[in-house]
C-alpha cells in the first residue's frame, strides 16, 4: 500500500470518527492524547489540537488517583479492560450535555479498551451518552416501584378481605347459632304452651263437658213423661256433646300426645304410624326398639314431631304407596329415618311446596346438635335421616 493510499485511509477513518454518535480518545503508554474525536470536543469544550499530544491528566487533572485513571492505567500496562456503567459511575469523564453552557453533567457509559501494536501499547476510551438509559432505567425502576407499592396494596386488601371475610363468617356462624338456639327455645316453649294447655283443656274443660254429660244422663234417665220433641231435642244435645268431647280429645293430642306421656316414644310412634298408614292405605315397614327407651321429655317430643311432620309431607305431597319408618338406638345416638316411594323432589327444586316442614323439622334437630338430612331414594322416592346425640 503506497502512502498515499495510507493517508486516504487515515482520512478515511478519521471521517468515521467524526461521524460516529459516540466520543473516542486513544492514549499511547505515556497517557498521552492521540485521538480526540468532535464528540469528545463537544461534550468537553476541547478541541482536537488543543488535546492531541497533552497528558489526559493534564486536560482533565481531577481524575488523578481516581477509579478511572487506575482502569487506563491497569488497560496501558496489564492489558485489563474495564466496563464503566452509569448505573455505578454516572459520569467517570468531566463531561457535559449540550449547551455546555448549562454545565450539567454528562452520564456515560465508558468502554476502556487496551490496544497493542506496532507502535507500542494503547488504550481506546469510548464513551456512549447514557442519558437515554439513564431515563429509561428510572421509569423502568419507576414503574416497578409503582407495582412493587400495587402489588403490596392488592396483598393489604386481600389480607384485609381475608379478615374481613373470616370476621363475617365468625359473624354469621354466631348469629346463626343464636338464631338456631333462639328455635329451639321457641319450639321448646310452644311445646310447653300446648301441654298446658292441653292440661287445662283434660282437667277444666274436660271436667265441665263431662258434668253436663252426666246431668243430661240423669235428665234422660229421671224425667219420665217428656213432649216428643223434647226428647229429640235432649238427645240432640246429647250426640253434640259427645262430638264435643271427641274433638276436645283430638285437640289434646294434637297439642300433646298423651300416649307419649304415659307410655313412652316406642308405643307412641307405633300409634302414629299405623293410624297415618291405614288413613293412607299405605304399605308399611316399621322397625323400633322392642322396648321402650329411656329419653327426656323434650327429645322424646323432638323425635315425635319429626316423624308427625314427615307423614304429613308424604300424605300430602309424595303420592307414596309404601312408607317406612326406622328408629335405632346406640349408646351415643339416635338414628330417625322415614323413607316414602312417592314421586320425591322435583330436580333442581329449590324451594318445595313444603319446605316450611322442612325448615321446622331441621330446627328441632339442629337445636339439640344433631344432624339433618333429606334426599332422594332411587327409583323415586324421599328419605329423611336425623341422627341426635342421646345427650341433645
Given at each position: 500500500?503506497?502512502?498515499?493510499?495510507?493517508?486516504?485511509?487515515?482520512?478515511?477513518?478519521?471521517?468515521?470518527?467524526?461521524?460516529?454518535?459516540?466520543?473516542?480518545?486513544?492514549?499511547?503508554?505515556?497517557?498521552?492524547?492521540?485521538?480526540?474525536?468532535?464528540?469528545?470536543?463537544?461534550?468537553?469544550?476541547?478541541?482536537?489540537?488543543?488535546?492531541?499530544?497533552?497528558?489526559?491528566?493534564?486536560?482533565?487533572?481531577?481524575?488523578?488517583?481516581?477509579?478511572?485513571?487506575?482502569?487506563?492505567?491497569?488497560?496501558?500496562?496489564?492489558?485489563?479492560?474495564?466496563v464503566l456503567s452509569q448505573s455505578l459511575h454516572d459520569a467517570?469523564?468531566?463531561?457535559?450535555?449540550?449547551?455546555?453552557?448549562?454545565?450539567?453533567?454528562?452520564?456515560?457509559?465508558?468502554?476502556?479498551?487496551?490496544?497493542?501494536?506496532?507502535?507500542?501499547?494503547?488504550?481506546?476510551?469510548?464513551?456512549?451518552?447514557?442519558?437515554?438509559?439513564?431515563?429509561?432505567?428510572?421509569?423502568?425502576?419507576?414503574?416497578?416501584?409503582?407495582?412493587?407499592?400495587?402489588?403490596?396494596?392488592?396483598?393489604?386488601?386481600?389480607?384485609?378481605?381475608?379478615?374481613?371475610?373470616?370476621?363475617?363468617?365468625?359473624?354469621?356462624?354466631?348469629?346463626?347459632?343464636?338464631?338456631?338456639?333462639?328455635?329451639?327455645?321457641?319450639?321448646?316453649?310452644?311445646?310447653?304452651?300446648?301441654?298446658?294447655?292441653?292440661?287445662?283443656?283434660?282437667?277444666?274443660?274436660?271436667?265441665?263437658?263431662?258434668?253436663?254429660?252426666?246431668?243430661?244422663?240423669?235428665?234422660?234417665?229421671?224425667?219420665?213423661?217428656?213432649?216428643?220433641?223434647?226428647?229429640?231435642?235432649?238427645?240432640?244435645?246429647?250426640?253434640?256433646?259427645?262430638?264435643?268431647?271427641?274433638?276436645?280429645?283430638?285437640?289434646?293430642?294434637?297439642?300433646?300426645?298423651?300416649?307419649?306421656?304415659?307410655?313412652?316414644?316406642?308405643?307412641?310412634?307405633?300409634?302414629?304410624?299405623?293410624?297415618?298408614?291405614?288413613?293412607?292405605?299405605?304399605?308399611?315397614?316399621?322397625?323400633?326398639?322392642?322396648?321402650?327407651?329411656?329419653?327426656?321429655?323434650?327429645?322424646?317430643?323432638?323425635?315425635?314431631?319429626?316423624?308427625?311432620?314427615?307423614?304429613?309431607?308424604?300424605?300430602?305431597?309424595?303420592?307414596?304407596?309404601?312408607?317406612?319408618?326406622?328408629?335405632?338406638?346406640?349408646?351415643?345416638?339416635?338414628?330417625?329415618?322415614?323413607?316414602?316411594?312417592g314421586i320425591g323432589m322435583p330436580a333442581g327444586t329449590v324451594?318445595?311446596?313444603?319446605?316450611?316442614?322442612?325448615?321446622?323439622?331441621?330446627?328441632?334437630?339442629?337445636?339439640?346438635?344433631?344432624?339433618?338430612?333429606?334426599?332422594?331414594?332411587?327409583?323415586?322416592?324421599?328419605?329423611?335421616?336425623?341422627?341426635?346425640?342421646?345427650?341433645?
Amino acid at each position: 500500500m503506497t502512502q498515499g493510499e495510507l493517508h486516504s485511509q487515515y482520512d478515511l477513518g478519521l471521517l468515521a470518527l467524526a461521524a460516529l454518535n459516540v466520543g473516542v480518545i486513544v492514549l499511547d503508554q505515556d497517557e498521552r492524547v492521540r485521538l480526540w474525536n468532535s464528540w469528545i470536543e463537544a461534550h468537553s469544550g476541547v478541541t482536537a489540537d488543543a488535546a492531541r499530544g497533552r497528558p489526559l491528566l493534564e486536560l482533565f487533572p481531577q481524575l488523578a488517583g481516581g477509579y478511572f485513571h487506575e482502569t487506563v492505567r491497569a488497560a496501558l500496562h496489564q492489558g485489563h479492560p474495564a466496563v464503566l456503567s452509569q448505573s455505578l459511575h454516572d459520569a467517570p469523564l468531566p463531561l457535559f450535555t449540550i449547551p455546555l453552557s448549562a454545565a450539567a453533567s454528562l452520564l456515560q457509559h465508558v468502554h476502556v479498551i487496551p490496544l497493542a501494536g506496532p507502535s507500542g501499547r494503547h488504550c481506546l476510551i469510548q464513551v456512549n451518552d447514557a442519558s437515554a438509559a439513564h431515563k429509561r432505567e428510572s421509569m423502568l425502576k419507576r414503574k416497578a416501584r409503582l407495582l412493587q407499592e400495587s402489588l403490596e396494596l392488592q396483598r393489604t386488601l386481600t389480607e384485609e378481605l381475608e379478615r374481613s371475610h373470616i370476621n363475617l363468617e365468625a359473624l354469621v356462624q354466631a348469629r346463626t347459632a343464636e338464631l338456631e338456639e333462639l328455635a329451639g327455645h321457641l319450639q321448646d316453649l310452644s311445646e310447653r304452651e300446648k301441654a298446658d294447655l292441653a292440661r287445662e283443656l283434660h282437667d277444666e274443660l274436660g271436667a265441665l263437658l263431662t258434668a253436663i254429660r252426666i246431668d243430661i244422663s240423669w235428665l234422660q234417665r229421671t224425667i219420665s213423661e217428656w213432649p216428643a220433641t223434647a226428647g229429640t231435642k235432649l238427645q240432640r244435645i246429647q250426640d253434640n256433646l259427645d262430638q264435643g268431647i271427641q274433638l276436645k280429645r283430638r285437640i289434646m293430642e294434637g297439642m300433646r300426645p298423651t300416649l307419649l306421656s304415659n307410655f313412652g316414644l316406642v308405643v307412641t310412634l307405633q300409634e302414629l304410624v299405623r293410624e297415618r298408614a291405614a288413613l293412607n292405605q299405605w304399605e308399611l315397614a316399621l322397625d323400633l326398639p322392642p322396648e321402650d327407651l329411656t329419653l327426656g321429655e323434650d327429645l322424646s317430643i323432638t323425635l315425635f314431631r319429626i316423624t308427625q311432620e314427615a307423614l304429613t309431607n308424604a300424605s300430602k305431597y309424595a303420592q307414596a304407596s309404601r312408607v317406612m319408618v326406622r328408629l335405632a338406638v346406640d349408646e351415643a345416638n339416635i338414628v330417625l329415618t322415614v323413607e316414602d316411594d312417592g314421586i320425591g323432589m322435583p330436580a333442581g327444586t329449590v324451594q318445595p311446596p313444603y319446605r316450611h316442614g322442612i325448615i321446622g323439622m331441621r330446627h328441632r334437630v339442629l337445636a339439640r346438635k344433631g344432624q339433618f338430612a333429606i334426599e332422594p331414594v332411587a327409583p323415586h322416592g324421599t328419605r329423611v335421616t336425623v341422627l341426635i346425640p342421646r345427650a341433645g
